[in-house]
């Protein structure tokens, strides 16, 4: 779904972001597919950072303009607890453990134990991010980031306002659905798909007059 999603919204010069970065799989797709402008990735975890730049370097991407930043989107700057249950490469079950329900990833803990290596991380602001880093705002955003993306859009006002923005899939929840639909309805976009799950992506496009 996601990669169709990228094939239908991505064009040619477009800046696309990846909230949620992980190992960088949709950045390398999106760059084999799209010649961008620019690409933005934000991962939390060190871990996979490491390989999300292994994997633009093995990929020959080093020259096309795709920046790694290495943070938490939140809506505060400051420092935190980012909690990582798992150290295998990929893993995506790390919460900053100050922001988001304790519940979150009871499932995993369940299944695995709670045996977590804590990392300090850098929540940030995107719009001040953007701002210190003179970057262009989004046409396109992939958000994938654990039931953290309601807190990271309210540090995103200037960047789910921008006119260029179009298009916009994201990872909700029973939990969260609701209030990231409101969100992302107050900045005119809209959904066109009935949320069932306990978990999925949802796909938002800008309303156009």
């Known amino acids: 779904?996601?990669?169709?999603?990228?094939?239908?919204?991505?064009?040619?010069?477009?800046?696309?972001?990846?909230?949620?970065?992980?190992?960088?799989?949709?950045?390398?797709?999106?760059?084999?597919?799209?010649?961008?402008?620019?690409?933005?990735?934000?991962?939390?975890?060190?871990?996979?950072?490491?390989?999300?730049?292994?994997?633009?370097?093995?990929?020959?991407l080093e020259d096309s303009n795709v920046v790694v930043v290495h943070s938490a989107a939140a809506d505060e700057n400051k420092l935190a607890v980012f909690d990582i249950p798992n150290v295998?490469?990929?893993?995506?079950?790390?919460?900053?453990?100050?922001?988001?329900?304790?519940?979150?990833?009871?499932?995993?803990?369940?299944?695995?134990?709670?045996?977590?290596?804590k990392e300090v991380v850098q929540l940030r602001r995107l719009d001040d991010l953007f701002d210190q880093l003179e970057m262009e705002v989004p046409n396109v955003i992939l958000m994938d980031i654990?039931?953290?993306?309601?807190?990271?859009?309210k540090g995103m006002?200037?960047?789910?306002?921008?006119?260029?923005?179009?298009?916009?899939?994201?990872?909700?929840?029973?939990t969260t659905h609701n209030e990231i639909d409101k969100i992302l309805q107050s900045y005119e976009f809209s959904c066109d798909e009935v949320f069932t799950d306990t978990v999925g992506n949802l796909i938002y496009t800008k309303n156009i007059l």
């Open 157 to 174: 006002s200037k960047i789910l306002s921008a006119e260029n923005l179009r298009a916009v899939i994201v990872e909700v929840r029973k």
């Open 1 to 60: 779904k996601t990669q169709l999603w990228l094939k239908n919204n991505l064009k040619d010069g477009d800046v696309f972001m990846d909230v949620g970065g992980n190992i960088g799989a949709y950045i390398v797709y999106a760059n084999k597919l799209r010649k961008l402008k620019k690409s933005i990735a934000i991962e939390a975890s060190s871990i996979n950072t490491k390989e999300l730049l292994q994997n633009i370097y093995l990929n020959n």
């Open 88 to 117: 295998r490469t990929a893993d995506g079950h790390g919460k900053v453990t100050s922001v988001i329900d304790p519940n979150i990833g009871s499932t995993f803990k369940r299944t695995y134990g709670d045996h977590c290596i």
């Open 146 to 153: 654990d039931a953290h993306e309601v807190v990271a859009m």
